[in-house]
Structure formats: C-alpha cells, structure tokens
C-alpha cells in the first residue's frame, strides 16, 4: 500500500510555530516515526507553501493508494486545490492538527470536506495515524 502526505503552508515549520496549538515536534521527526511504525506501507511526504505546488502535487496521485492531505490555511480559500481533488480518483482524507472549529470562525469553513472521503481533526499530529488507520484497517 502507498500513502502519500501533503501539507500545506507553515507546516514546515511545526515545533516553532504555536506549540501551544501545534505542538512541538517537527513533522520530519514524526514522519520517520510513522515510517518506523507503518513499514509495511509506502508512505511518502511532501510539502510546500506553495498553492500552485500542492495543487500539481495532488494531480500526480494517480500512483498512491491514499492521500492525507493537510491544506493549512488554504483549506479555508482554495477552490483550486478542491477542484484538483475531484480530478484524481484517489481518496482524500483532509487532516487537521487543531480542532478548527474551536478556533477562529475563517477555520471552520472548508472547500476540501467536501470534496474528501473524510476528515479527521483536532488530535494532534496523531491525526495523521488515524488517517493511516483509515485506510488500513489497522
């Protein structure tokens, strides 16, 4: 099985930004976690700041199983990276790290939600797993 992670803006620095939100683990650590837990699974990552880089990162998933997908902030105003979405045939699970809809009310509307097979929010960098789990069944 091949699952491959996306994450959008700022998550590149995670572990800096508002560990009080975010926690303080970068995601390059807690992938090579993930990649020590789940062996029997391909797990690729990806990232950019870059809304256009995401939305061209999204049209190459034919090849993958599942895609986990952290928007960031252009969950919240990226109509394009929903349309690249409905084009592949791979199954989007959008993820998120805080509860959004705890926090300011510009987070609690998404353009992915709808266009993904699911989404799971608000336990940490472990939403992440439980995503993984997801498509499992593990």
């Keep these: 099985m091949k699952i491959h992670i996306i994450n959008g803006p700022n998550l590149n620095v995670l572990g800096k930004r508002e560990p009080e939100i975010y926690g303080y683990t970068n995601f390059k650590d807690y992938f090579t976690e993930l990649q020590f837990k789940y062996k029997n699974i391909e797990l690729s990552y990806f990232q950019s700041n870059i809304e256009g880089e995401l939305i061209s990162e999204l049209q190459e998933c034919d090849d993958v199983d599942g895609v986990i997908l952290n928007a960031a902030a252009y969950t919240h105003n990226s109509i394009g990276i929903a349309d690249a979405i409905k084009t592949i045939s791979t199954p989007v ?3 998120h790290i805080s509860n959004t ?3 300011e009310d510009f987070r609690k509307h ?5 266009v993904a097979l699911g989404c799971i929010l608000g336990f940490g960098l472990k939403s992440y797993e ?7 069944d593990d």
């Design 93 to 95: 699970i959008e993820v």
């Design 101 to 103: 809809h705890q926090r």
């Design 110 to 114: 998404s353009f992915i939600t709808p």
């Design 130 to 136: 439980l995503a993984i789990k997801s498509f499992t």
